[in-house]
């Protein structure tokens, strides 16, 4: 699923987390400096994309408060991972690169790490991320049908939050 599909559920949730998830890119910067590590300059697109898409969850989840949180800390997540994921594409002949989607990041760290122990080591972390995606699918379909059989409604839930977007 890409991230415009939730958009139109929210479209003031994607502006406030448009603008937060930049905002923590740009209070991200100083403290990168003050620290020594590379600094990664907020790129708008990947702000607009997924610190958006953060603000519709958020706000889906807390409100207008869950939207700019959410955001903003996605916005500081999306800046100091990729720090992380530097020297595993400097290995692969990428030196000084970055990639500021999330899911992208992520997983680059982790099958980074797990290539610093060789071919069994991916294979062993090919099994055990299909392992928690299938055990996850498990708990998830449980718990929607225990939902469904004690007459609760199966949609994102309701926090009582006030919501940002127009249905």
């Given at each position: 699923m890409d991230c415009p599909i939730v958009f139109p559920f929210a479209p003031n949730a994607v502006l406030i987390g448009f603008l937060t998830s930049?905002?923590?890119?740009?209070?991200?910067?100083?403290?990168?400096?003050?620290?020594?590590?590379?600094?990664?300059?907020?790129?708008?697109?990947?702000?607009?994309?997924?610190?958006?898409?953060?603000?519709?969850?958020?706000n889906s989840r807390g409100g207008w408060k869950g939207a700019v949180l959410g955001a903003f800390v996605q916005g500081i997540a999306i800046s100091f991972l990729p720090i992380a994921l530097m020297p595993v594409l400097g290995s692969l002949g990428f030196a000084d690169t970055t990639f500021s989607d999330f899911d992208f990041i992520t997983m680059g760290i982790y099958y980074g790490l797990l290539g610093r122990l060789g071919q069994v080591g991916v294979i062993i972390?090919?099994?055990?991320?299909?392992?928690?995606?299938?055990?996850g699918s498990v708990v998830l379909s449980r718990r929607a049908k225990k939902a469904v059989a004690e007459g609760a409604p199966t949609g994102s839930g309701s926090t009582g939050a006030t919501s940002v977007g127009a249905h």
């Open positions: 930049f905002v923590g890119g740009l209070v991200s910067m100083p403290i990168m400096a003050l620290t020594k590590l590379p600094i990664v300059l907020p790129g708008v697109v990947p702000h607009f994309f997924c610190g958006a898409t953060a603000g519709v969850f958020g972390g090919l099994v055990v991320m299909y392992a928690v995606i299938v055990a």
